[in-house]
């Protein structure tokens, strides 16, 4: 079998004909040491400082010891925030490092309670339910709702969970943030399943765009089906008090299930669905993550303060979108592609998968750590480099980025 590890994608070594999957693996293990040995392999470096605008990496053979981050979803910096921290040793302190079962039988703490509380006031809503990711929140609660009868309408750039949540169902995609294509789902579907859910991102987690809400909401009702919206990435940065997307348009009530992660903003590990009490209490016994795994830990009393510090420090989100503004604004001006984002997610669209390991290898050079995104997160023609700002870059950071870009433009041709 022969696979062209520069040209290579994740996905190339997922189900490989005629081999095994120990032989899968072989051959996954000499793509990984290839390409570190090129430097161009910038996935799971160790971290030895922390969750910050600014890193300590264990990579042996670079001359850097510190990096500016760009890969890091803590978008208000919340995980070193103080308060955030304290709530987090309180919750240890007062009840233990484990939370010792499933949220079913034994595994529901009155911190979860609290966490639930806040998260479905602050969408405006009665109910939430908490899961221990925000994987599961999308993965588990759709496998509870949507069955053999029902559809799932899926913005083709939906995160992997809500495609892992609709295994069991059956799925219809349309093209990303295209309503005529969902307008024909919709009428084509109708009248052929019990059930019909929309399910649309509020920010893409690649592009880092929005979700055309206000029309997607009119279209669902038009059609009488159902619309889920999962703004893991909205959160903390869109609105004009960080609700996220549905804040932008004012449709809290407009929405049937709300999903996000506690593992961006709010600094720590989880997710949430809020939705109807009756649906939060349907899923909190039928969702099977509910019933067959374990609760977050008492740490996870940190959210509860995350999720009040977003209203009373205010300022985080103003620093972020100066931060947004400032290198975005500097990247355009170098003459990158940063597509259309609108949010802390910046993408720097390179193309070619191998040019996309080239150009991050390079600025691990320059002591910049981004996300390198290829096949299968986005199409095979489309690989790009993917910065999340923080509210916590300074200038000065953001400035070492900037110029580490103008060296790469250089050393790569990318002007050209
Ligand atoms: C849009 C979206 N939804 C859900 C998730 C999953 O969240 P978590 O990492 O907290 O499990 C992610 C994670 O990156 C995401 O980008």
């Known amino acids: 079998m022969n696979i062209d590890f520069e040209k290579a994608s994740f996905k190339d ?44 990496l264990n990579l042996p053979g670079n001359p850097h010891r510190n990096f500016v981050s760009l890969v890091s979803n803590d978008y208000l910096g919340f995980t070193q925030h103080p308060k955030v921290k304290a709530a987090a040793i309180t919750g240890i302190e007062k009840y233990g490092a ?50 053999g009868e029902d559809l799932a309408i899926l913005d083709m750039a939906v995160h992997a969970s809500v495609y892992e949540g609709c295994l069991n169902t059956n799925v219809k995609t349309f093209l990303h943030n295209n309503l005529e294509a969902l307008e024909r789902v919709l009428k084509t579907s109708l ?15 690649q592009d880092g765009d929005l979700a055309p809400l206000a029309e997607i909401v009119k279209l669902v009702k038009e059609y009488d089906a159902y619309l889920m919206v999962d703004d893991a990435h909205g959160t903390g940065v869109i609105g004009e008090t960080g609700r996220g997307v549905i804040e932008l348009h004012d449709l809290f009530q407009q929405v049937d299930i709300i999903t996000g992660t506690f593992s961006k903003t709010f600094a720590h590990l989880g997710g949430y669905v809020v939705a109807s009490p009756d649906l ?35 300022i985080w989100m103003h620093h972020l979108w100066d931060n947004i503004d400032y290198l975005k ?33 390079r600025l691990l050079e320059a002591g910049i ?44 041709g990318l002007s050209d």
């Open 191 to 205: 009248g052929k399943y019990r059930t019909r859910m929309v399910i649309i991102d509020g920010v893409y987690s």
């Open 13 to 56: 070594f997922e189900n490989i004909p005629g081999l095994d999957p120990f032989d899968w693996a072989k051959l996954w293990g000499e793509y990984v040491r290839d390409r570190t040995k090129a430097g161009q392999f910038n996935y799971r470096q160790e971290n030895l400082s922390g969750c910050g605008p600014e890193i300590e």
């Open 98 to 147: 484990g939370a010792g079962a499933s949220p079913a039988i034994g595994g529901h703490y009155i911190f979860h309670q609290e966490i639930e509380d806040k998260i479905a006031a602050f969408f405006k809503r009665e109910s939430a339910v908490v899961f221990s990711t925000g994987y599961t929140a999308n993965s588990a609660s759709l496998q509870a709702l949507l069955k």
């Open 329 to 361: 604004t500097g990247l355009q001006s170098l003459g990158l592609d940063t597509g259309i984002t609108e949010s802390a997610i910046i993408p720097v669209k390179i193309g070619d998968i191998g040019l996309n390991a080239r150009v991050c290898g």
């Open 280 to 314: 939060v209490g349907f899923l909190k016994f039928q969702a099977r993550q509910h019933i067959f795994s374990a609760t977050l830990s008492p740490a996870s009393a940190c959210i509860a303060k995350a999720i009040d510090l977003v209203d009373e420090e205010p």
């Open 369 to 412: 750590y981004a996300n390198q995104i290829n096949y299968p997160a986005v199409s095979r023609k489309d690989a790009r480099v993917r910065m999340s700002v923080m509210a916590t870059h300074t200038h000065r950071q953001l400035d070492k980025v900037l110029n580490a870009w103008e060296w790469v433009i250089k050393k790569e």
